[in-house]
């Protein structure tokens, strides 16, 4: 069975930073875009970040110039490095990717997400 496992949420004030990780399990055969969405209260689900190869990157506006999506094909993770954090920044930020199961159909797989705080 195929897991998606985010780690690194917490607590961090205005200006800092954060690094976000996701980590897929299972039998997996190819892990094709692997993105970070975010949902901050009373707000819809986002797209903050995606990723398919190293230089094939896309980030929302809000974000762009402060986060980095990188992954790591090796470790089958994919990381989101957030700077210059913001009070909007605020939510709970899910791991998302389109996954190719070994013996199975490719489909879209989500974490449970990692709630990340900017306070002050």
């Known amino acids: 069975q195929v897991q998606l496992v985010e780690s690194g949420g917490g607590l961090v004030q205005p200006g800092g930073s954060l690094r976000l990780s996701c980590a897929a399990s299972?039998?997996?055969?190819?892990?094709?875009?692997m993105r970070w969405y975010r949902q901050a209260p009373g707000k819809e689900r986002e797209l903050v970040a995606a990723i398919i190869s190293v230089g094939n990157t896309n980030y929302a506006d809000s974000v762009k110039g402060r986060f980095t999506i990188s992954r790591d094909n090796a470790k089958k993770t994919v990381y989101l490095q957030m700077n210059s954090v913001m009070p909007d920044d605020t939510a709970v930020y899910y791991c998302n990717a389109f996954i190719v199961p070994i013996g199975r159909a490719p489909m879209d797989y989500w974490g449970k997400g990692t709630l990340v705080t900017v306070y002050s």
């Open positions: 299972g039998s997996i055969a190819s892990i094709v875009t």
